[in-house]
């Protein structure tokens, strides 16, 4: 059994919650709490709240709050495991925890509890790692597609298709072992079948990883256009509130905007820049050639024209930085008399929006655009979608041995072979669920986690 360990779990808020598991959790924990009703807490009912008041060595009171005792196995981390609620400055659950270690409680590290988890069988390694996503989770949409991988949505059906492949290996295995004997016809069909349906499967899960890590990562952005085309009116009513100073002094903006923006199930990630423009301002420049870096990095282009005059050099400039760029024209200002010969932008754009930044406009036309553009229109948000680079390639190189070994059965090459491709693709999967991973690939994993979880 392990040595017992501790944390503060929260962040910041009123309460503090202080977890403690292993061992000795449930005794270390009733050593510094006194229940009012006089029970001690190892005796109190599993999973039951108790109030009371915790104590230093010396006696001194530290808090009142509750205790919880939870008995293995019904516990996160399979083991027997204590929780304290109190109050949550940082100078009670400093001294909580130091309470703890006097009782030889340490401190856990970082992802310990989770790992735990992991090694007691308690989640398989794509569920731990899911609950890293939910923790960091910056849409809800994203929370909501990491708490079905925490339930299982990669884990199960990556067990279900290792289990067939190692049902189907153990056919051919039998058929290895004792080479004089004829083999069945049927082997090769059956395993072709199989091998083809879960092929499929495995590669659909992998391609998946595209949208999944938009879902979690979000779509950087950035907006571009000459001064005073209406970039930071565009970013202000991205955010439906006043974030750039919109002003009608061109130059304004010199250095980044950065805001997160919620489009659909999208996270854009829009950076406003200086307008790009000919200038003999260093500091101007130097925001122009941040802008036009950022362009570069980014995954999406918004480009700005006001539509209420004709377009000039400048609006060329930002005409060139789009080159090679996913982009929207953005034609703003349509509440303004429209002047612009828009018809010399059509050749650079596949998609050219009329809006009016101010009055909003013809702004629902853009929001329902981005999202398909990127990828990410409106899907189930079930856990289907793959979030993790690690298990993507994971799952892509399991899809590559089953095609190979599907091509063996299919080809009439001779049993090990059909064997030895089916073997790596249970591996590849194995890495997934967190069988056949290595050591230090779970410590990685784990140290990514904050203290406490
Ligand atoms: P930027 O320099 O590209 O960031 O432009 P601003 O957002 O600061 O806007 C420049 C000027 O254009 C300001 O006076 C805005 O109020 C005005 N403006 C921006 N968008 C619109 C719009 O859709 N319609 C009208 N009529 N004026 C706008």
Redesign the pocket.
């Known amino acids: 059994m392990n040595d017992t360990i501790a944390a503060i779990s929260s962040a910041g808020g009123p309460i503090g919650l202080i977890r403690v598991s292993g061992e000795r959790a449930i005794e270390a924990v009733s050593a510094v709490f006194e229940a009012k009703n006089g029970a001690p807490l190892t005796d109190a009912p599993a999973q039951k709240l108790v109030y009371g008041v915790l104590r230093d060595q010396k006696g001194a009171v530290i808090d009142c709050c509750y205790a919880v005792a939870m008995h293995m196995p019904h516990t996160y981390t399979g083991e027997p495991m204590a929780e304290l609620q109190c109050h949550g400055s940082t100078a009670v659950l400093r001294l909580a925890l130091e309470a703890l270690f006097q009782q030889g409680v340490r401190q856990a590290e970082a992802g310990e509890f989770t790992r735990r988890a992991f090694l007691n069988g308690k989640m398989d390694l794509s569920g731990a790692e899911a609950v890293h996503d939910l923790i960091t989770a910056r849409t809800a949409e994203a929370a909501q597609n990491a708490a079905a991988q925490v339930m299982g949505a990669v884990g199960s059906p990556v067990h279900e298709m290792r289990e067939e492949l190692i049902g189907m290996i153990a056919h051919f295995h039998a058929v290895v072992d004792f080479p004089d004997e004829e083999i069945d016809p049927l082997l090769f069909d059956e395993a072709a079948a199989l091998l083809h349906r879960v092929t499929s499967r495995l590669y659909r899960m992998a391609e998946s990883y595209e949208r999944g890590r938009i879902l979690r990562e979000g779509v950087p952005c950035v907006i571009l256009?000459?001064?005073?085309?209406?970039?930071?009116?565009?970013l202000?009513a991205l955010l439906g509130r006043e974030r750039?100073?919109?002003?009608?002094i061109?130059g304004?903006?010199r250095d980044l905007i950065e805001e997160n923006v919620k489009v659909g199930q999208l996270l854009l990630r829009v950076t406003?820049t200086a307008?790009l423009r000919d200038t003999n301002d260093p500091i101007e420049q130097a925001g122009i050639d941040r802008a036009m870096a950022e362009a570069n990095a980014s995954s999406l282009i918004l480009a700005?024209f006001d539509g209420?005059t004709p377009l000039g050099e400048e609006d060329m400039l930002v005409l060139a930085r789009t080159a090679g760029h996913r982009a929207v024209a953005i034609l703003?200002?349509?509440?303004?008399p429209h002047a612009c010969d828009d018809a010399k932008l059509t050749p650079y754009f596949e998609h050219i929006i009329s809006?009016?930044?101010?009055?909003g406009e013809g702004f629902e036309e853009l929001l329902s655009l981005i999202p398909r553009l990127v990828g990410l229109g409106d899907g189930a948000l079930d856990g289907a979608l793959i979030t993790n680079a690690r298990q993507a390639a994971a799952l892509a190189r399991a899809a590559e041995r089953c095609e190979a070994a599907l091509y063996a059965a299919q080809s009439g090459m001779t049993p090990d072979a059909v064997v030895m491709d089916a073997e790596g693709a249970v591996a590849a999967l194995g890495e997934i669920t967190g069988e056949t991973v290595k050591e230090a690939v779970v410590s990685r994993i784990f140290s990514d986690f904050c203290v406490g979880k």
């Open positions: 256009g000459r001064p005073n085309a209406g970039k930071s009116t565009l202000n750039a100073i919109v002003t009608p061109p304004t903006t406003d307008g700005v209420s703003n200002k349509s509440d303004l809006l009016s930044a101010k009055t």
